[in-house]
DNA sequence: CAGATTTGACCCCG
DNA sequence: CGGGGTCAAATCTG
């Protein structure tokens, strides 16, 4: 079964390896993260969890990522990586095809029909991509049922944002969700 | 016991 | 000074 997720990323420093990725459904990624901080930010409902990458100590990788969920619903996740992984280790899933820009244009649009979702964890297990621990998943168990692909049909409806960073921004949602929350 | 997470303190920078 | 990023000790988990 293929989930035809729609996400979109944005370089948002061409220079930094800086890029972010909003996903409404919690995906692997690949890697293994490790959790160092958590923390409230202001005008944002959610808290925001900061992650680097497992084999830092071991490999020097620098490879970080912050995760924040921004809206309720449906759920959304906002994911900026930092920093691109020197480890080698992943989850060794060959399908996943990392999510990495390549080059210095813009924007780049993905719809993924590679990325793969792990079976074992059907809708939600963990809120982010470390499967090896449970997850405080209690306030998106609700929408767990919602989360079927049938919910989320593949659709093309793009929006496009600029805003004062000399970013742009490709929205591209089901639903045409709104953003706000202080993004 | 080892490695991950939690959580408040610390700290840096605008 | 405060927001947000990181540290690190305590705690948790397997």
């Known amino acids: 079964m293929s989930h035809h997720l729609v996400e979109y990323f944005t370089l948002i420093r061409?220079?930094?390896?800086?890029?972010?990725?909003d996903s409404s459904i919690l995906i692997e990624d690949g890697y293994e993260w490790r959790k160092?901080?958590?923390?409230?930010?202001?005008?944002?409902?959610?808290?925001?969890?900061?992650?680097?990458?497992s084999y830092k100590s071991d490999e020097e990788c620098e490879a970080m990522k912050h995760v924040q969920r921004i809206q309720?619903?449906?759920?959304?996740?906002r994911t900026i990586y930092y920093g691109h992984h020197s480890c080698k280790i992943s989850l060794s899933n060959s399908e996943i095809t990392l999510l990495e820009p390549n080059n210095t244009s813009s924007m780049f649009l993905s719809f993924n029909d590679n990325l793969q979702i792990k079976e074992q964890y059907p809708a939600f297990s963990s809120p982010l991509s470390v499967p090896t621990k449970q997850e405080p998943i209690d306030a998106i168990n609700p929408y767990h049922n919602q989360l079927t692909s049938s919910d989320y049909p593949?659709?093309?409806d793009y929006k496009l944002e600029f805003d004062n960073f000399r970013h742009a921004t490709m929205l591209s949602s089901t639903k045409s969700v709104p953003f706000h929350d202080g993004f």
């Open 14 to 21: 061409s220079k930094a390896l800086t890029w972010e990725k």
């Open 36 to 53: 160092y901080g958590q923390k409230k930010i202001i005008n944002a409902k959610y808290l925001r969890s900061y992650y680097r990458c």
């Open 72 to 77: 309720e619903d449906p759920p959304l996740y």
């Open 154 to 156: 593949f659709s093309c």
